[in-house]
Nanobody
Framework: QVQLVESGGGLVQAGGSLRLSCAASGRTFSSNTIGWFRQAPGKERAFVAAISCSGASTSYLDSVKGRFTISRDNARNTVYLQMNSLKPEDTAVYYC????????????????WGQGTQVTVSS
C-alpha cells in the first residue's frame, strides 16, 4: 500500500513559480509511476505530468511543457512538480497519484491518490 500527501500549493501571481511536493510511504514506492493531475471547477481531472519508476523518463501535458518539471527522489520517497511561468489557467486542485505500471498516463491506471493541494494563480 502507498500513502501520498501533497504540499506546496498556494496563491501566486501569474508568471510566478511554485513547487509542489508529494511525500509517499510504502515499500513499493520505487516501483511505481508517480503522476500529477489537476482538476478545475466543473472540469474532469486531467493529466499534468508523470515520471517513471526509476525517474529516467517523464511525460507532460502539452500546455505545461517547458514550464513544469517533474522529478523524484526515491531515497526520500518524494516527487516534486516545479511549476514556472504560471498562468491563471493553471489554477486547480493538484493531486499526486501512484500507479503500478512503470509509466502510466491515464487516470484509471493509478491506484493510489493524495488528498490534493490547491494552486491558485492570480492575474
Amino acid at each position: 500500500q502507498v500513502q501520498l500527501v501533497e504540499s506546496g500549493g498556494g496563491l501566486v501571481q501569474a508568471g510566478g513559480s511554485l513547487r509542489l511536493s508529494c511525500a509517499a510511504s510504502g515499500r513499493t514506492f520505487s516501483s511505481n509511476t508517480i503522476g500529477w493531475f489537476r482538476q478545475a471547477p466543473g472540469k474532469e481531472r486531467a493529466f499534468v505530468a508523470a515520471i517513471s519508476c526509476s525517474g529516467a523518463s517523464t511525460s507532460y501535458l502539452d500546455s505545461v511543457k517547458g514550464r513544469f518539471t517533474i522529478s523524484r527522489d526515491n531515497a526520500r520517497n518524494t516527487v516534486y512538480l516545479q511549476m514556472n511561468s504560471l498562468k491563471p489557467e493553471d489554477t486547480a486542485v493538484y493531486y499526486c497519484a501512484a500507479a503500478k505500471n512503470c509509466m502510466a498516463l491515464r487516470s484509471y491506471e493509478y491506484n493510489y491518490w493524495g488528498q490534493g493541494t490547491q494552486v491558485t494563480v492570480s492575474s
